[in-house]
Antibody, heavy 123, light 107 residues
Framework: QVQLQESGPGLVKSSETLSLTCTVSGDSLKSRGRFWGWIRQPPGKGLEWVAS???????YYNPSLKSRVTMAVDTSTSQLSLKLKSVTAADTAVYYCARHSPNCGGDCYFDFWGQGTRVTVSS | DIQMTQSPSSLSASVGDRVTITCRAS??????LAWYQQKPGKVPKLLIYAASTLQSGVPSRFSGSGSGTDFTLTISSLQPEDVATYYCQKYNSAPLTFGQGTKVEIK
């Protein structure tokens, strides 16, 4: 069974950089055709796709966040990472990592999700 | 970018009622449409993909239909455990936009 577990600082100061990691088990980040993503959900609001990384390291970012966000994969530790710089209160959210289903061969729906990590940006 | 619009934003129905949620894409996305269920305080769960394919383990009272720009999620007989917010998501190409969600409650 694929499992994902996010970890993060919980509290970040405004204008600083948010760094999150996601540890994957039950699947291999090295496997061909494995794609991974991040989604966030502000308190009381809907889901917002943040970023995805595809086979070979190609990354796609939400256009509204593109200038501030970086996603990476470390296959040696089976971890995904997400960095979001110059955070504001609007970046306060639960951040989820998730696996794209391997059925599509590219852009795909998310079939496994982590439990999410709550991030609050303080002034 | 393609926008995804769900309607209604919320609904209240009785146990046993048939419930329909609509998702409209601002441009055609073929059948690259997924539906998720998020119960209060929980992680989103995949219900349907490819517009109409039920994810393994999802009760058969859930169904999806549509293609192109108009899609529906139907709960044939609403159950108390179906209280949740439902989201559609397009995945034909990035950005992988979600709809704004439809909150389903029991009357």
């Amino acid at each position: 069974q694929v499992q994902l577990q996010e970890s993060g600082p919980g509290l970040v100061k405004s204008s600083e950089t948010l760094s999150l990691t996601c540890t994957v088990s039950g699947d291999s980040l090295k496997s061909r055709g494995r794609f991974w993503g991040w989604i966030r959900q502000p308190p009381g609001k809907g889901l917002e796709w943040v970023a995805s990384m595809y086979d070979g390291g190609t990354t796609y970012y939400n256009p509204s966040l593109k200038s501030r966000v970086t996603m990476a994969v470390d296959t040696s530790t089976s971890q995904l990472s997400l960095k979001l710089k110059s955070v504001t209160a609007a970046d306060t959210a639960v951040y989820y990592c998730a696996r794209h289903s391997p059925n599509c061969g590219g852009d795909c729906y998310f079939d496994f999700w982590g439990q999410g990590t709550r991030v609050t940006v303080s002034s | 970018d393609i926008q995804m619009t769900q309607s209604p934003s919320s609904l209240s129905a009785s146990v046993g009622d048939r419930v329909t949620i609509t998702c409209r894409a601002s441009q055609g996305i073929s059948n690259y449409l997924a539906w998720y269920q998020q119960k209060p305080g929980k992680v989103p769960k995949l219900l349907i993909y490819a517009a109409s394919t039920l994810q393994s383990g999802v009760p058969s009272r859930f169904s999806g239909s549509g293609s192109g720009t108009d899609f529906t999620l139907t709960i044939s007989s609403l159950q108390p455990e179906d209280v949740a917010t439902y989201y559609c998501q397009k995945y034909n190409s990035a950005p992988l936009t979600f709809g704004q969600g439809t909150k389903v409650e029991i009357k």
